[in-house]
């Protein structure tokens, strides 16, 4: 049974930091493409961060310079480094797994609050 479990949201001031974490099981993690996700009241799901096989790192065009992704094979974990925080990072952020090759595979997490306000 696959299992993406993220932590390390709650509520920052402006300017301030958090990171996120998300520990997977059930699937081999160093041949998943790992991203993080994010979707504020009323606004459809938006793509924060990914993190390839291949090394390849994208990050949507708000977080660049602020956010930080990364993965760890060895412990089936990628991590989101948020710095800066701004009000409209408020949202439920999510992690995802996923493969575009045989087999393929796209799962979520349940999703962790991050709010930004003073």
């Known amino acids: 049974q696959v299992q993406l479990v993220e932590s390390g949201g709650g509520l920052v001031q402006p300017g301030g930091s958090l990171r996120l974490s998300c520990a997977a099981s059930?699937?081999?993690?160093?041949?998943?493409?790992m991203s993080w996700y994010r979707q504020a009241p009323g606004k459809q799901r938006e793509l924060v961060a990914s993190f390839t096989t291949n090394g390849n790192i994208n990050y949507a065009d708000s977080v660049k310079g602020r956010f930080t992704i990364s993965r760890d094979n060895a412990k089936n974990a990628v991590y989101l480094q948020m710095n800066s925080l701004r009000p409209e990072d408020t949202a439920v952020y999510y992690c995802?797994?996923?493969?575009?090759?045989?087999?393929?595979?796209?799962?979520w997490g349940q999703g962790t609050q991050v709010t930004v306000s003073s």
């Open positions: 995802n797994a996923a493969r575009v090759r045989p087999p393929r595979y796209n799962y």
């Open positions: 059930g699937i081999i993690f160093s041949i998943t493409d």
